[in-house]
């Protein structure tokens, strides 16, 4: 199987883009650890922090992907609109080209072809285990290619809105810097000194903890956890994770329902952002939000005796030219069974 048709080149320019859009967070939180050192943190910055790293936290989780990606839901249209512009402000790209790479990691898991597997590394023991994690946390990132947008979001590349959207990224991430800062200065009556250490902690240092949270879902969520279900890939539930990422470490329950709007499909699994789904198809701003039947959660969990889940299905035929469809079919299959919550 070759991935020639499912990816783009990445130009030179972008790559000093993504260069400097990793490495800037990690100076800034370097610096502040530097100032939280010397005390110069307040509980102005903290709370402005939390409440921006859960509001586009919420955009990177309930809209990029659980909406956007997944479509296991729909809604409004400025809900779409407030999703995808807030999930821009993590800086993990525009929206389009971080649906392309999740639904190819979803057609490719863990085989040849996935944009971010642990487990297509060459080394073995530690060493092995270390470049693994290396690019599925965040090497993968600097490879000079990227996911073709046109084979794996041709839907997303056809609404106008979502188009606009994703232009305006530098936009979203300057407000998403402007936004802290502002609010740092109104909260302290005026203080730009206040704005400024607002926009290091709640803009910089947020982007920082929020890469590495998105990040933990592709290296520490394909290798350490949980593994109820009888599916083929090494996805894990890990609960560590899903503190932090506001509910999506359920990530081998995602790949075994990923259409599914809940990932902590077990009511003691804390999920967040269904939570939120749920508020919004309470006020009316959401529906159709899909969910697996308990019999079907049933049906998938692995059976004593499982002890490998790659050998309890055989990996699907996956046909190059109808990846994108073969991946909808498979969405189809949870969808067409599931119920609305
Ligand atoms: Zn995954
Ligand atoms: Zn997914």
């Given at each position: 199987m070759t991935t020639t048709t499912t990816t783009t080149r990445i130009s030179k320019v972008e790559r000093r883009i993504t260069v400097v859009a990793v490495v800037l967070p990690f100076l800034a939180f370097l610096v502040a650890l530097w100032l939280l050192w010397g005390g110069a943190v307040t509980g102005r910055d903290l709370a402005i922090l939390a409440v921006m790293y859960v509001l586009v936290g919420f955009g990177v989780t309930i809209g990029f992907h659980r909406l956007f990606t997944h479509r296991s839901f729909e809604a409004k249209p400025w809900l779409r609109a407030t999703l995808a512009a807030l999930g821009s402000m993590s800086v993990q790209g525009a929206v389009i080209h971080w649906v392309a790479d999740h639904r190819k990691h979803h057609a490719f898991t863990d085989e040849e072809g996935d944009p971010h597997s642990p487990h297509l590394q060459e080394g073995t023991g530690w060493r092995g285990v270390l470049s693994g994690l290396w690019h599925s946390h965040?090497?993968?990132?600097?490879?000079?290619e990227r996911s073709s947008a046109k084979r794996f979001a041709p839907d997303l590349r056809k609404d106008p809105m979502i188009r606009r959207i994703d232009r305006l990224f530098p936009l979203w991430v300057t407000l998403g810097l402007v936004i802290p800062f502002v609010a740092g200065l109104a909260l302290s009556g005026g203080e730009l000194v206040a704005g400024l250490t607002a926009a290091l902690w709640a803009g910089l240092v947020r982007v920082f903890l929020q890469h590495h949270a998105t990040w933990s879902v592709n290296s520490i969520c394909h290798m350490y956890g949980k593994q109820p279900f009888a599916i083929k890939d090494e996805s894990r539930n890990n609960w560590a994770v899903a503190l932090v990422s506001l509910g999506e470490g359920w990530h081998h329950s995602h790949h075994a329902f990923p259409t599914s709007a809940r990932h902590g499909l077990d009511k003691t699994q804390l999920d967040p952002s269904y939570a939120v789904i749920r508020l919004f198809e309470r006020l009316g701003w959401?529906?159709?939000?899909k969910n697996p039947r308990e019999d079907q959660i049933e049906a998938k969990l692995r059976q004593p005796g499982d002890t490998d889940a790659r050998a309890t299905e055989p990996p699907p035929p996956v046909d190059e030219d109808h990846a994108m469809e073969a991946e909808e079919s498979s969405d189809r299959e949870v969808v067409g069974t599931a119920t609305r919550s």
């Open positions: 965040m090497g993968w990132l600097f490879g000079g959401a529906w159709n939000v």
